[in-house]
C-alpha cells in the first residue's frame, strides 16, 4: 500500500510540472500579456523544482521522510489551489515558484522512503515498481492532451481545480 501511495503522490508532482504547458496562450490571454512573458511559468516551477532537491533529501533525513512528502504533498495542492485562483500572473508565477520548491521533495524524499522501507532482497524490486510507473504517467498526461485542449476552450482554471482534485486525493502518506 505504501508503494501506492507513493507513486500517487510522485504521479501527483509529475502532472504538476506540465500542467500549465498546453495552456499558455489562454493564461496569456486571460491576463492581457504576451506567450513569451507567460512562457517563464514553465521556468518558474522548473528551476525551484531542480534546486529544492538537494535540500529536501536532507530534510527529509532530520525531520521524517513521511513528514515531509506530506508537507511537500500539501503544498503542492495548496500552490495548485492558489494557481487555480490567482487574480494576476504575480500570484500565479509566485504559486508555481512555491509548487515547484514543493514538487521537487516529493520523487526523490518518496524514493528513499522506499529504500528505508523495503528490505534488501526486495528494494531493487519495489523501486522497479515505483519507476515503472512513470511510464504510465507519460501515458496519462499523453492521453489528457484532450482535455487540456478541452480546457483551453472552457477556461484554464476549472482545469487547475480539476488537477487539484486528484493531487488532493493522492496526498497520503502513511
Do not use: N
Not at 57 to 65: L, N, Q, Y
Amino acid at each position: 500500500m505504501l508503494l501506492f501511495i507513493l507513486a500517487l503522490c510522485g504521479f501527483s508532482g509529475a502532472l504538476a510540472t506540465r500542467l500549465l504547458d498546453p495552456l499558455i496562450t489562454s493564461i496569456a490571454s486571460d491576463f492581457a500579456t504576451s506567450v513569451s512573458v507567460v512562457a517563464l511559468l514553465s521556468s518558474a516551477f522548473a528551476l525551484p523544482f531542480g534546486l529544492s532537491q538537494p535540500l529536501l533529501g536532507p530534510a527529509g533525513d532530520g525531520f521524517g521522510k513521511a513528514l515531509v512528502i506530506k508537507v511537500a504533498a500539501g503544498l503542492l495542492a495548496l500552490c495548485l489551489l492558489a494557481s487555480a485562483l490567482a487574480p494576476d500572473l504575480t500570484v500565479l508565477f509566485i504559486s508555481r515558484v512555491l509548487g515547484g520548491v514543493a514538487a521537487g521533495g516529493i520523487m526523490p524524499v518518496s524514493m528513499a522512503l522506499i529504500g528505508d522501507s523495503f528490505p534488501l532482497a526486495v528494494r531493487q524490486v519495489a523501486m522497479s515498481r515505483y519507476g515503472r510507473l512513470y511510464p504510465v504517467w507519460a501515458a496519462y498526461r499523453g492521453e489528457r492532451r484532450r482535455d487540456y485542449r478541452r480546457m483551453d476552450r472552457m477556461a484554464w482554471r476549472s482545469g487547475m481545480r480539476g488537477r487539484l482534485g486528484r493531487h488532493g486525493r493522492s496526498g497520503r502518506v502513511p
